[in-house]
T-cell receptor
Framework: AQKITQTQPGMFVQEKEAVTLDCTYDTSDPSYGLFWYKQPSSGEMIFLIYQGSYDQQNATEGRYSLNFQKARKSANLVISASQLGDSAMYFCAMRREGGNKLVFGAGTILRVKS | DTEVTQTPKHLVMGMTNKKSLKCEQHMGHRAMYWYKQKAKKPPELMFVYSYEKLSINESVPSRFSPECPNSSLLNLHLHALQPEDSALYLC???????????????FGEGSWLTVV
């Protein structure tokens, strides 16, 4: 069985600073994908970034990067130069190769202060 | 902007009403999903359609009835709902149901449902 753990219920960050949102996972599958989604208060679930278990390099998408440490089973999201619009709920999720379901963590609420 | 569109954005319905939520995607995806999300919780999978056929029903009560008229459209018919069914309903799509681990699921903006 797969499990995602996000240990930070809420985080604050000062505008323009970087912030790291933690995500650890548990799976016995050798091939899997890790995803981060952002959900503002409006409700839309926005796909941010993907990391494959066999990818040698950490994924990056603009201000988002994924700090993937396979041996530690962690996939932390790093947001650089935080903006007020980054205030939202962030979900870490995973899907195994050949799997038909996305397993979500409990989420982390990020608040960016001006 | 999301490529998965949902209507209506907000819906208030009585417990005896019949209503429908609609979802459309134009990404050529062959898998479409309905999720239910309560406040401050992760989404919970309800139904999955693959190639217009129902592939997964997560033991959802029959008062929720999904329909996939074609590969781009997904409906969720609602009848005799309870107040505890009030939630955000998210539609999503992906290239296919079973595939590589990187088969990303893209979500719509959601429909906020309130049952009174």
């Amino acid at each position: 069985a797969q499990k995602i753990t996000q240990t930070q219920p809420g985080m604050f960050v000062q505008e323009k600073e970087a912030v790291t949102l933690d995500c650890t996972y548990d799976t016995s599958d050798p091939s899997y994908g890790l995803f981060w989604y952002k959900q503002p208060s409006s409700g839309e679930m926005i796909f941010l970034i993907y990391q494959g278990s066999y990818d040698q390099q950490n994924a990056t998408e603009g201000r988002y990067s994924l700090n993937f440490q396979k041996a530690r089973k962690s996939a932390n999201l790093v947001i650089s130069a935080s903006q007020l619009g980054d205030s939202a709920m962030y979900f870490c999720a995973m899907r195994r190769e050949g799997g038909n379901k996305l397993v979500f963590g409990a989420g982390t609420i990020l608040r960016v202060k001006s | 902007d999301t490529e998965v569109t949902q209507t209506p954005k907000h819906l208030v319905m009585g417990m005896t009403n019949k209503k429908s939520l609609k979802c459309e995607q134009h990404m050529g995806h062959r898998a479409m999903y309905w999720y239910k999300q309560k406040a401050k919780k992760p989404p919970e999978l309800m139904f999955v359609y693959s190639y217009e056929k129902l592939s997964i029903n997560e033991s959802v009560p029959s008062r929720f009835s999904p329909e996939c008229p074609n590969s781009s459209l997904l409906n969720l018919h609602l009848h005799a709902l309870q107040p505890e069914d009030s939630a955000l309903y998210l539609c999503a799509s992906s290239q296919d149901l079973i595939g590589s681990a990187g088969n990303t699921i893209y979500f719509g903006e959601g429909s906020w449902l309130t049952v009174v």
